[in-house]
């Protein structure tokens, strides 16, 4: 088979490979670059095949957008209170794979759509890509570069559950939720919802608004409810989000991306800063669990289970989902017509769900808000190991453990000398450790090999400004513009950052899931999601390759907007100015 030669090959169409691919094609608009989307249209999680009319945004309107391309406002219908209908950002990302042109082509032009990627390997020095295209027909092609951005939401969690064969009836993961008949349908009427985060507590809000009648089942044997906070108003929200991406919010929590400065140190390593810090924790925790009222709703809502809704830790060490509400009365819906059980499933019969409990729950469709797993099933195991991607544990050699093993012990102390509150979380649930860690510098770069760049394999809620700092990183690293620090160096970052996440037993903490501020002890499903701290404006500019970027930020004190310091101060000119010799 003849192998089609490409300069550079993304592998993915969400929103970080398309700001991978503009911003290659800024600097290189005549390079032969194509992209690998497995699904029929652009966007990953925000494409039309995935989107329903019921799917919100969890962003405000004016941050959830490139910066080179503002969104149009939706019509007041299609907004609650800050976020919007998801089905807009399909279409501003359809619209804008159309806008953007090089060398007389569009992105979508560059775009091979419904193409599986089965396979990638080096061989003498250059990526090979086997796969199949939308004609059901056997392509390869060959690249010296290669962008990874298949992301973190596209291959579903599906739980095992023991009888299934004997169900029958659809098991449906959130992720084909929205062109399954599970709301239209008159036949399917007892729906159960598995999973305890956002994706499943809106599948469970949708179904009682259709008309179901819902159980939502959260399994003992982990993590316990999400914490979910009401939606603020637009005002606030967005005034919110610029609040949280700067250093100053950011310092409130135990990071090792906030700097060492005197306000941190005052703060995490002295008695009275611990204090300050411990009663702001508190009192979100007050107002979370306030807003819920999960144990004085009444009869009714304690019949139907309610309460069990109630975090099982506190906000800041939280190891649970989290989201936003952002439909009308959820509570007061969830309370008066779910049935909530916090159990684990013993087995499955037909038309029926029988839990450890004993009890049996009548169920027409099983809907999965279980989460998800990376999208690199297309590396061997090997190929995995090289490049320092998830792989199963004991993959490593002997050699590799230990020394990832004094590597991260040395990170411990650092952590916890830097942050001595962790030292003591509370009881948790921990879920056994089934695969290694990522291991890229700066969350993009593989140890050993500068011809792949990995993006987008973070989660963070101002994800389109991150994933435009990312493609400029990635832009200037592929093509060996970025003066990288000794290997030995960058190994100790790479344990440094991983232990700030996930610690021993004895001390696990881990960035939020939101990209926020949390310090979590989970052992969950995200563990080795390689969550992005972003607290602030500045740690996103700092991992670009431009002189005296640090300088520039500080001096406007750390008080602009992620999407105003990358228009105001990064423009494509000064970019390829500043990219060090």
């Known amino acids: 088979m003849e192998l089609e030669k490409v300069d550079i090959a993304v592998i993915g169409a969400g929103i970080s490979g398309i700001a991978a691919a503009k911003f290659y094609l800024d600097v290189h608009p005549h390079c032969k670059l194509v992209i690998l989307e497995k699904d029929r249209s652009v966007g990953g999680v925000w494409n039309s095949q995935r989107v329903y009319d019921t799917f919100y945004t969890q962003s405000p309107l004016g941050t959830w957008e490139y910066s ?16 919007f209908k998801a089905k807009y ?3 501003y990302l359809e619209t804008y794979i159309d806008r953007c042109v090089h060398a007389g082509r569009t992105l979508r032009e560059r775009i091979e759509y419904n193409f599986k990627v ?5 061989v003498d020095g250059e990526w090979t890509i086997s796969g199949q295209d939308k004609t059901g027909e056997t392509r390869m092609l060959k690249s010296p570069k290669l962008i990874v951005a298949s992301g973190l939401t596209s291959v579903p969690n599906m739980p095992i559950l023991p009888g299934q064969e004997r169900f029958r009836n659809p098991i449906i993961h959130q992720k084909d939720f929205g062109k399954s008949e599970v709301l239209s349908s008159s036949t399917l009427k007892h729906i159960t919802v598995l999973g305890a985060a956002k ?6 809000y949708d179904c009682v608004e259709a008309g179901k009648a819902v159980t939502w089942i959260i399994r003992r044997a982990g993590t316990g409810p999400g914490v979910f906070v009401l939606s603020p108003s637009r005002k606030s929200a967005s005034a919110a989000y610029s609040i949280g991406t700067l250093r100053i919010l950011a310092t409130l929590t135990p990071s090792l991306l906030n700097g060492d400065s005197w306000c941190n140190r005052l703060l995490q390593r002295s008695w009275i800063g611990r204090k300050v810090l411990t009663n702001t924790w508190k009192k979100l925790d007050k107002d979370i669990v306030a807003e819920g009222r999960f144990d004085n709703r009444g009869d009714e809502a304690k019949k139907n289970g309610f309460p069990k809704l109630k975090p099982h830790t506190p906000f800041i060490w939280q190891n649970q989902g989290a989201g936003l509400i952002n439909r009308p009365a959820f509570w007061d ?3 008066k017509n779910v049935q909530i059980y916090h159990e684990d499933i013993e087995t499955l019969d037909t038309g029926v769900i029988r839990l450890k409990d004993g009890e049996e729950i009548p169920a027409d469709a099983i809907l999965c808000g279980t989460g998800w797993i990376p999208s690199l ?8 190991a090289k490049l320092g991607l998830p792989q199963p544990i004991g993959s490593y050699s002997p050699e590799q453990a230990e020394m990832w093993k004094q590597l991260e012990e040395e990170a411990d102390r650092t952590v916890l000398d830097r942050f001595p509150i962790l030292a003591k979380p509370p009881d948790h649930y921990r879920e056994p450790i089934t695969t290694t860690p990522y291991r890229l510098y700066n969350n993009i770069a593989p140890l050993l090999d500068r011809s792949v ?10 994800y389109f400004h991150l994933s435009e700092c990312q493609a400029i990183w990635a832009t200037a690293y592929l093509d060996g513009k970025v003066n990288m620090p000794p290997l030995e160096e960058r190994k100790k970052d790479v344990a440094l950052f991983h232990r700030a996440q996930r610690p021993p037993p004895s001390l696990e903490v881990e960035t939020d899931c939101q990209g926020q501020f949390t310090a979590r002890i989970s052992s969950g499903r995200s563990l080795h999601t390689h969550s992005v701290h972003v607290g602030n404006v500045s740690t996103l500019l700092e991992l670009l390759p431009l002189s005296h970027s640090y300088k520039v930020v500080k001096g406007h004190g750390g008080l602009l907007p992620v999407h105003k310091i990358v228009d105001e101060l990064y423009p ?8 060090p010799v």
């Open 68 to 83: 080179d391309m503002p969104m149009q406002e939706p019509p007041k219908e299609d907004m609650y209170e800050a976020s």
């Open 89 to 91: 950002t399909s279409h």
């Open 118 to 122: 089965h396979k990638i390997t080096k």
């Open 199 to 204: 994706s499943a507590a809106d599948l469970v």
């Open 333 to 335: 819906t969830v309370a």
């Open 377 to 384: 099933g297309f590396f061997d195991n090997d190929q995995l």
């Open 453 to 462: 760049a990995v993006v987008g394999h973070v989660l963070i809620a101002n």
């Open 572 to 579: 494509l000119e000064q970019y390829l100015e500043r990219l």
